[in-house]
Nanobody, 115 residues
Framework: QGQLVESGGGLVESGESLRLSCAASGSWFSLYTMGWYRQAPRKQRELVADITNGGSTNYADHVKGRFTISRDNAKNTVYLQMNSLKPEDTAVYYC?????????WGQGTQVTVSS
């Protein structure tokens, strides 16, 4: 059973940066596509960015150029560097891992950006 633990959320002002981390349990990490999703109040959960086991990345249009996803397979950790944060980035951010029919979610970490 996979376990994902996010950290790094918090309250920042518009224009500032945060780095989220997601630590995964087990040696399965390197096989999985890892992603960050977010869910704002009264909105659906949406993909922010993901990175394949080969290192290919994909970003939602509204974070391109501001957010960077990366992974360290030696540490079983995926990161989301968020720069130039905006109030509309306020949401709970969730880490996701998926491979074949297997999928895991973290518990989420709150990011709040004040104007």
């Amino acid at each position: 059973q996979g376990q994902l633990v996010e950290s790094g959320g918090g309250l920042v002002e518009s224009g500032e940066s945060l780095r989220l981390s997601c630590a995964a349990s087990g040696s399965w990490f390197s096989l999985y596509t890892m992603g960050w999703y977010r869910q704002a109040p009264r909105k659906q959960r949406e993909l922010v960015a993901d990175i394949t086991n080969g290192g290919s990345t994909n970003y939602a249009d509204h974070v391109k150029g501001r957010f960077t996803i990366s992974r360290d397979n030696a540490k079983n950790t995926v990161y989301l560097q968020m720069n130039s944060l905006k109030p509309e980035d306020t949401a709970v951010y969730y880490c996701n891992a998926h491979w074949a029919q297997f999928e895991y979610w973290g518990q989420g970490t709150q990011v709040t950006v004040s104007s």
